[in-house]
């Protein structure tokens, strides 16, 4: 099992700004507990952050053939971006997506995702633990 987590804008910033709503983990720290399950689930973990909307659509291209399951925190791409629903459709690697947050507790403007539609699941509200139950769930993932 071969698991992408792509995360999008600004969570490159966690732990160091807004702790009060993101909490004091970090992006490295997230990395670190998804790597530690994914191998007791015996699952492969590639993982990357990107601030362009472009970069991660041409990520999601790229991972069809080559992973089982994307874990996909796109940020505040969620809620804008038509080109990562797309890309999603087109890749059709079954795509699961995070948030830290809970994305219905907050702005109105968060309670829409473009790409809820065209995901497996929505796992949101649990901080980092909605990474590490995106990683069970990638592994129950049917194909
Ligand atoms: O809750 C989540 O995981 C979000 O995807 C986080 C996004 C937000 O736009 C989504 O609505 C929900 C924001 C990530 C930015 O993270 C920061 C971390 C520290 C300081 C500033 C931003």
Known sequence: MKILVLNGPNLNLL??????????????????????????????????????????????????????????????????????????????????EIHLSNVHAREEFRHRSLIAPVCRGVIAGFGADSYLLGVESACNVKV
């Open 15 to 96: 732990g160091q700004r807004e702790p009060e709503v993101y909490g004091k983990t970090t992006l490295a720290d997230i990395e670190a507990m998804v790597r530690a399950r994914a191998t007791q689930k015996g699952a492969e973990i590639d993982f990357r952050q990107s601030n362009l909307e472009g970069e991660l659509v041409t990520w999601i291209q790229q991972a069809r053939g080559k992973f089982d399951v994307i874990l996909l925190n796109a940020a505040a791409y969620t809620h804008t971006s038509i080109a990562l629903r797309d890309a999603i459709v087109a890749a059709t690697v079954p795509t699961i």
